[in-house]
């Protein structure tokens, strides 16, 4: 009708920007693009759109999956995530909340790759979001088991230490990053032991265990603390055997296998360690069962 007020553009803007939210509800994610695009154009200073933008692309590139073009939709997110964050600063937690809980979805999926670009959105929107440094370490970590190329399997190994220990220099006592830090030095540790590096073995043993002391000092009713101590204990006895210093590593090993004990009786891998523990101690025999880690 000829009396009909004119929109103005933000009204434009804003109204473009509310049909894609009805598009995005009906997974009908393309379309909404185009709304949510369309009201950039109009407004190049609403927020919301941005964000609704990078929403649809995210949902995209998870249809994508593993392909080239799933990558390319996560780079157009990531461009709007952080022109949103510059627009609105306020917005940024929420933005951060967002990329870390995608990344662990993508993980869940096995989409390794795609799982850290989100983890590093997040520490590039939040240095110190401590979550992000762990769930990259525990994804090289995962990533390492099935390399065989044995430089290659170290060279993630490292990726993930360096991880968790920057994790530890945001916070020295996270419980995750100290227990994560201390199993994968013992492992790492174990691998060159079967390579026959004995002297970085031990060095990488009692790395391990100088970070999983801390561990069980600062949450002394860690069940899992100790029990890793104990592993780590039992493993350098094993490299150290007939040595002066292995009687005392086997004895603190069934130590704090013992205390783990106590914490939790229901431990099962603790209680089958403990007991092998025990067997060395008296002489070997049985159980004869392979020590887990």
Known sequence: MSGQRKLTTL????????????????????????????????????????????HAYQQLALQENKSAACRNLFDLSTRDIIQASKL?????????????????????????????????????LDPLFINAYIARGNIFLERSQPIQNTAD??????????EYENALKIDTN???????????????????????????????FEKSFQVLAQLTKKYPDDAEGFHLLGN????????????????????????????????NPEHQTNKTNRDIALCELNGGGPPERQHKP
Request: charged share 25%.
């Open 174 to 204: 996270n419980k995750k990053a100290l227990t994560q830090l201390g199993k994968t030095l013992c492992m790492y540790a174990a691998r060159k032991k079967a390579a026959q590096q004995f002297k970085y073995a031990n060095e990488l």
């Open 232 to 263: 780590t204990l039992f493993m350098q006895y094993e490299l150290l055997k007939n040595t002066p210093q292995s009687a005392k590593k086997l004895a603190d090993a069934i130590k704090y296998y013992n205390t783990a004990y106590v914490l």
């Open 153 to 162: 399997q170290e060279r993630v190994i490292s990726a993930a230490v360096t």
């Open 11 to 54: 009204e434009q803007s804003e109204l473009a920007h509310t049909i894609g939210l009805d598009l995005f509800k009906e997974k009908k994610f393309r379309e909404a693009l185009e709304k949510f695009s369309l009201a950039i154009e109009l407004n190049p200073k609403s927020v919301d759109a941005y964000i609704s933008r990078a």
């Open 88 to 124: 609105d600063p306020k917005k940024k937690p929420a933005l951060v909340q967002n990329a870390y809980l995608l990344g662990q979805q993508l993980h869940e999926n096995k989409n390794f790759a795609e799982a850290v670009y989100q983890f590093d959105l997040v520490s590039t």
